[in-house]
């Protein structure tokens, strides 16, 4: 949004009466012309705008998108969010973290998120596609953390936590966590976050926390052989939500928790994530790139690994793989 448009819209918002063009103009120093192509820009973003050339402009509803300004108004970060960038459009937003960084120095985008309305080559974990129509949340957050590298599953946990919690204190749902990174309602997937890392010896470069929630979208938005393990916010609450601050939740949730990350408190991280874990306690058969076995989790260590009581007794420390469970 442009900073003139930015600026009209927060002249609008301060009433719910209509502002002559001339008001506008006068208290922003510009023409009425001016005024009426940044009223055609909101109107194009999604915004509802009534003119009539009697009384002026008046603001009917904000837009539903995701946009930066809807996204602001909420926000209660200090650095999560402080910069967003916001497209229609792309590819992968963790690509676009990808390129950014590629720029240089990745520091001066610490704590930027992107946004994406929909993404055409979403990507999950182990490179399998992700699919992100418009109406969910498909976002990446750039951290330069100070965590060593052994420990930088602690970010993606810190991120599974503050979407959980989000989903819990927005709407009252029982959101829980199945490692490594899913979001489950019930025993259905509403997201999943994929922590992408550039790192040299003991020095992390950057990472990238990409998050996709299935938010706005109905059940017919998943392919057919998705459609019955996988849910949204809409469908299970009946009705659309307000994603902009849902949004702004999840941010100052990380937030929090990302600071506990960076001052090494390990142990509330892992405490928290016990207690809204799907996984422990659950039969579980594990899949790693060398092999695949089955038995009981019974425990996630301080690296996020998972402890697994295997169906001979013995215990196996995993560290990556897939989890499947009943
Ligand atoms: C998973 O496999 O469960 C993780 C899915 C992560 C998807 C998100 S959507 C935003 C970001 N951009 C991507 O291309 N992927 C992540």
Same mark, same amino acid.
């Given at each position: 949004?442009?900073d003139?448009? +930015?600026?009209?819209l927060?002249?609008?918002?301060r ?7 001339e008001t506008?103009s006068?208290?922003?120093? $510009?023409?009425?012309?001016a ?5 055609k820009?909101l109107?194009q ?5 009534q003119?009539?050339?009697k ?15 809807e996204?602001q108004?909420?926000l209660? =970060?200090?650095v999560?969010?402080s ?10 937003t963790n ?5 950014l ?9 610490h704590?930027t998120?992107?946004?994406? @309305?929909?993404q ?8 399998r596609?992700?699919?992100?129509p ?10 330069k953390?100070?965590v ?9 946990m810190?991120g599974?936590?503050a979407?959980?919690?989000a ?7 029982g ?8 979001i ?15 790192? @040299?010896?003991d020095? $992390?470069h ?5 998050i996709g929630?299935?938010?706005?979208n ?9 459609q019955? *393990?996988?849910t949204?916010i809409s $469908?299970?609450v009946g009705? @659309?939500?307000?994603?902009?601050? +849902?949004?702004a939740?999840i ?8 600071l ?13 994530w016990?207690?809204?874990?799907a =996984?422990?306690?659950n039969h579980?058969?594990?899949? =790693?790139?060398k ?5 009981e989790?019974? *425990? ?7 402890i697994?009581?295997?169906d ?6 995993? $560290? ?5 469970q009943?």
């Open positions: 949004m442009s003139s448009a +930015f600026k009209v927060e002249i609008l918002q009433t719910d009466a209509p502002v002559s063009g506008i006068s208290e922003l120093g $510009v023409t009425r012309s005024v009426w192509k940044n009223i820009e109107c973003m999604g915004y509802d705008i003119s009539s050339q009384e002026g402009y008046k603001l009917l509803y904000s837009s539903t998108k995701l946009l930066p300004y996204i108004k909420n209660e =970060t200090r999560i969010g910069s967003l960038r916001y497209f229609d459009h792309t590819p992968s690509s676009m973290g990808k390129q960084c590629a720029e240089g120095d990745p520091g001066r985008f704590g998120v992107i946004i994406a @309305e929909e055409t080559g979403g990507v999950g974990r182990m490179g596609a992700w699919i992100s418009a109406g969910g949340i498909w976002i990446t957050i750039i951290l953390p100070h060593p590298v052994d420990h930088i599953f602690m970010i993606t810190a599974s936590l979407v959980a919690r989903i819990r204190k927005e709407f009252g749902l959101a829980l966590i199945k490692w490594p990174n899913d489950l309602i019930g025993k259905k997937k509403i997201g999943g976050l994929l922590l992408e890392m550039a790192a @040299e010896a020095t $992390v950057y990472c990238l926390l990409g929630i299935d938010v706005n109905p059940v017919k938005d998943f392919a057919a052989d998705l019955r *393990d996988i949204s $469908v299970e009705h @659309e939500v307000d994603r902009a601050s +849902f949004l939740r941010l100052k949730e990380f937030e929090n928790r990302y506990l990350v960076e001052s090494g408190e390990y142990e509330t991280i892992t405490q928290e016990k207690s809204l874990s =996984t422990l306690e579980v058969q594990i899949r =790693t790139l092999n695949s076995f089955e038995g989790a019974i *425990d996630i260590d301080e690296f996020g690994a998972l697994v009581r295997k001979n007794g013995k215990l196996e420390r995993v $560290v990556a793989g897939d989890c499947y009943q």
